[in-house]
Nanobody, 127 residues
Framework: QLQAFGGGLVQAGGSLRLSCAAS????????MGWFRQAPGKEREFVAG????????YYADSVKGRFTISRDNAKNTVYLQMNSLKPEDTAVYSC??????????????????????WGKGTLVTVSS
């Protein structure tokens, strides 16, 4: 129900825009975000966005370089990645979780127990 698109090979300093398209149901009331997993490493949180788009949350490693946004009419979440570094190389996946009152972004960033996960897209940044 979630599928990430837009990965590819880019040189260091370049940009890519990832999309996470949802199908089968609406995710307009879900907290959504991006995670990544580099070869031989554990999955890590990248960015998250509230259902309204009014609140965003970033890992320190991407703050100032990546921007998350969403278009609920298109049931899609985006990740604009600028100033890419070789250490950004990873498979990027999107996730969604029902967002009730007082939803914890810290909980989402842990990546456990989330309602939906999508297939990832590979981003390779060459030096």
């Amino acid at each position: 129900q979630l599928q990430a698109f837009g990965g590819g090979l880019v040189q260091a300093g370049g940009s890519l825009r990832l999309s996470c398209a949802a199908s089968g149901r609406t995710f307009s009331r879900h907290y959504m975000g991006w995670f990544r997993q580099a070869p031989g490493k554990e999955r890590e949180f990248v960015a998250g966005i509230s259902w309204s788009g009014g609140s965003t949350y970033y890992a320190d490693s991407v703050k100032g370089r990546f921007t998350i946004s969403r278009d609920n009419a298109k049931n899609t979440v985006y990740l604009q990645m600028n100033s890419l570094k070789p250490e950004d190389t990873a498979v990027y996946s999107c996730a969604a979780d029902s967002q009730g009152a007082g939803y914890s972004t810290t909980y989402f960033s842990r990546g456990s127990g989330l309602d939906y996960w999508g297939k990832g897209t590979l981003v390779t940044v060459s030096s």
